[in-house]
């Protein structure tokens, strides 16, 4: 068990290739990091789906799944607001913008990835699971 702030490491790569060394093949990296979150202290890096894809991919783990974290507008309004409590509550449940891109993917019809897709490029946090490919 290892935990990392992501987006706090200068540089990941030799972060994650030290992950890969240890993890059995097809062992599961699972985690999150922040994306777009406004004024997140101490981050260095702005890791979106595609960055962390590639970094992991360069130390030889596969990214299996990415799910939307709390959306970024509500993430700003957390803080705006003074960080209330009342806001908190959507980061254990589906955040005000995410419902609402989840409301007009069902309404256009699109199927769960697509929807998943809309609600990542609008995401202040994101979870994912990656595999350790065999050696």
């Not at 093949?25 to 990091?33: A, D, E, I, K, Y």
């Amino acid at each position: 068990y290892c935990k990392q702030v992501l987006e706090h490491v200068e540089d990941p790569r030799p972060l994650l290739a030290d992950v890969a060394r240890v993890l059995r093949p097809g062992g599961w990296l699972m985690g999150s990091t922040s994306q777009l979150e406004p004024y997140h202290s101490l981050s260095v890096g702005n890791i979106t789906p595609y960055g962390l894809h590639r970094l992991l991919a360069a130390a030889g783990i596969d990214l299996d799944e990415v799910r939307p974290g709390i959306d970024g507008l509500t993430l700003t309004t957390h803080r705006a607001l003074g960080m209330p409590a009342f806001t908190r509550r959507y980061w254990a449940r589906e955040s005000p913008l995410n419902r609402a891109v989840g409301v007009a993917a069902r309404a256009r019809r699109l199927d769960a990835r697509r929807a998943n897709a809309a609600k990542l490029v609008l995401c202040g946090q994101f979870a994912f699971a990656g595999v350790r490919r065999p050696a």
